[in-house]
C-alpha cells in the first residue's frame, strides 16, 4: 500500500473561517510534508515533520498551522486565509527525512483550496 | 543555491512516437539526484525516474529513459512509444545530499505539460 490519503478533495472558506486539511498514511513513514502547488506552477515545500517533530518550516505565514498528532496523520489548520492562498495543498510521505540516504516521496491527490 | 530549469513549458506528441523533455539545473554541490516526476491532471504525483550523480550510466525505467550530461548539468526525459496516459505535467527535480546519507529537499523546475494525441 503506497497510498496517502488527503481530506477533504476540495474546500471553499471564507477568509474569516477556520479549517483543517488532513493528511493520512499507513505506510510505516516517518516524515511527512505539506506542499502548496499554484495551478501550471510546481510544488512549494512548507512543512517538513520528521517522527512527529516539525523540522523545517519554510517561512510560512502563521496563518497556516501544521499539526502532526502521530506518525500517520498529518494535519494543516487554516485560519483568516487569504484570496492568494488558494491552491492545491500536497501532502507527501517518506521512509525518512533527510537522512540515510534517498526516500521516495509519495504524494497524495491534494486539497483544492478556495478563499473566497 | 541550486536551481533547476525547464525551458519547454508545453509540448505534444502524436501516439506511440518519442518525445525528449529537457532540463538544465545549476548547483556546486557534487553528490546529489536528480528526479523527473510525473502529475496527471487531477491525479497523484508521482516519481517516474531518478538517476544518482555519481553514476554515469543513464537511468531507464521500461519507456523512460534520461540523458545524464553532468558535465552540461542536463537531464533530459526520453518517453518511447508515447501513450495517451502519459498525458500530465512534468517536473524535472533535484535534491542534494552530502555523500553521508543526509539529504535535502526537493527543488523543482517550473514543469513541462506534455499532451499526447491519438
Known amino acids: 500500500d503506497t497510498e496517502v490519503t488527503q481530506t477533504p478533495k476540495h474546500l471553499v472558506m471564507g477568509m474569516t473561517n477556520k479549517k483543517s486539511l488532513k493528511c493520512e498514511q499507513h505506510?510505516?513513514?516517518?516524515?511527512m510534508y505539506w506542499y502548496k502547488q499554484k495551478a501550471k506552477k510546481p510544488p512549494e515545500l512548507m512543512f517538513v515533520y520528521s517522527y512527529e517533530k516539525l523540522s523545517i518550516n519554510e517561512s510560512v505565514p502563521s496563518r497556516f498551522s501544521p499539526e502532526c498528532p502521530n506518525s500517520s496523520l498529518l494535519n494543516l489548520h487554516l485560519h483568516a486565509l487569504q484570496p492568494e492562498d488558494s491552491a492545491l495543498y500536497l501532502c507527501?510521505?517518506?521512509?525518512?527525512?533527510?537522512?540515510?540516504?534517498?526516500?521516495?516521496?509519495?504524494f497524495g491527490p491534494g486539497t483544492r483550496l478556495t478563499v473566497t | 543555491a541550486q536551481t533547476v530549469t525547464q525551458s519547454q513549458p508545453e509540448m505534444s506528441v502524436q501516439e506511440a512516437e518519442t518525445v525528449t523533455l529537457s532540463c538544465t539545473y545549476d548547483t556546486s554541490e557534487n553528490n546529489y539526484y536528480l528526479f523527473w516526476y510525473k502529475q496527471p491532471p487531477s491525479r497523484q504525483m508521482i516519481l517516474v525516474i531518478r538517476q544518482e550523480a555519481y553514476k554515469q550510466q543513464n537511468a531507464t525505467e521500461n519507456r523512460f529513459s534520461v540523458n545524464f550530461q553532468k558535465a552540461a548539468k542536463s537531464f533530459s526525459l526520453k518517453i518511447s512509444d508515447s501513450q495517451l496516459g502519459d498525458t500530465a505535467m512534468y517536473f524535472c527535480a533535484f535534491m542534494k545530499h552530502d555523500g553521508s546519507g543526509n539529504t535535502g529537499k526537493l527543488i523543482f523546475g517550473q514543469g513541462t505539460t506534455l499532451q499526447v494525441k491519438p
Open positions: 507527501a510521505s517518506s521512509q525518512e527525512w533527510g537522512v540515510r540516504g534517498f526516500h521516495e516521496q509519495y
Open positions: 505506510m510505516g513513514h516517518r516524515a
